[in-house]
């Protein structure tokens, strides 16, 4: 028997037809045009954020002579000896070991004081509560870069200067006001009948922000530490004003290593940033979850 030249075609190649059609009558041109409008924008936007990170990982593959003659292609071929020498120059071992416990100490630091602070100004009826909300909001606008006079002779007299876990403080005090602002966002949403149910029951205050409240906005203390992470990994002023101590200063003050008088090693500093950004990619995949539902948590009061 000939078998059929052309295949069946299957009920549901037709339907998926039909209704493609009858979603593109539904749209009309306008609406085509809008459609296509938004796809191309998010493919601007898509190359415009993935571009860069695939740029700064050709730069650290290539050799100095290529980087000037192809600054924007991919590699001809990859030089890995790059990140070998890009972490001993900068001397990345003992700075990864400095940043991570900087980074871990000041959130620790920060969550542990942002939790009860907005807990308080959320939940809680005391004089002087619109004021401290106000301040809180006020210092976000205050960048420590206009401190940096006081701050350092204030860091100084408490003998911070040079002390990984001295700049941890200063980190989370600088990350305060707005985590104090998100958390007090989430807080609010929060039935009072919980709080009331477990008064009755004799809890405490700070065992209802600890058994209660706190797993209930798990996404907001989700998203100041992702914030927290990623400014306090990435700072370079701070740690530039206060860690003046090559054996305690953190990646950022690594980079500057490639820059000399006369010349620019970018090909190293291409590999070294690849190796700083690497764990913020990281920990942002893990946690985009969490990331997202932070965002989305308390948008609407359900």
Not at 155 to 179: C, E
Not at 189 to 213: F, K, N, V, W, Y
Request: charged residues 15%; aromatic residues 10%; proline residues 6%.
């Amino acid at each position: 028997m000939r078998a059929a030249a052309n295949p069946p075609i299957s009920l549901d190649d037709g339907a998926a037809g039909s209704r493609r059609r009858g979603l593109m009558q539904r749209l009309g041109m306008r609406g085509i045009l809008e459609l296509g409008g938004i796809y191309a924008a998010l493919v601007l936007v898509l190359f415009e954020t993935v571009y860069p990170l695939l740029w700064v990982l050709f730069g650290s593959l290539k050799t100095k002579q290529e980087m000037l003659s192809n600054v924007w292609g991919p590699p001809s071929s990859l030089v890995l000896q790059n990140y070998a020498d890009a972490w001993r120059i900068a001397g990345m071992g003992s700075r990864i070991v400095n940043s991570i416990f900087v980074t871990g100490s000041a959130l620790i630091i920060l969550v542990a004081v942002a939790t009860p602070c907005a807990y308080a100004v959320a939940r809680l009826r005391f004089p002087g509560r619109g004021l401290v909300v106000a301040v809180a909001v006020a210092a976000m606008l205050v960048p420590p870069q206009v401190m940096a006079i006081p701050l350092f002779l204030v860091a100084r007299d408490l003998g911070l200067i040079n002390s990984r876990l001295g700049i941890a403080f200063i980190y989370a005090a600088t990350s305060l006001p707005l985590s104090v602002f998100i958390l007090r966002s989430f807080f609010i949403t929060l039935p009072a009948d919980l709080e009331d149910a477990a008064r009755i029951d004799g809890a405490s205050r700070l065992e209802i922000l600890i058994h209660i409240m706190l797993p209930l906005v798990r996404p907001g203390v989700a998203l100041i530490l992702i914030f927290g992470f990623i400014e306090i990994w990435n700072d370079f002023f701070l740690a530039f004003l206060l860690l003046r101590d090559p054996l305690v200063q953190t990646i950022p003050l690594g980079l500057v290593s490639f820059f000399q008088q006369y010349d620019s090693l970018w090909t190293l500093y291409f590999a070294a940033l690849t190796i700083t950004t690497l764990p913020v990619i990281v920990v942002f995949v893990a946690m985009q979850r969490q990331f997202i539902a932070g965002l989305t948590a308390g948008a609407v009061k359900g």
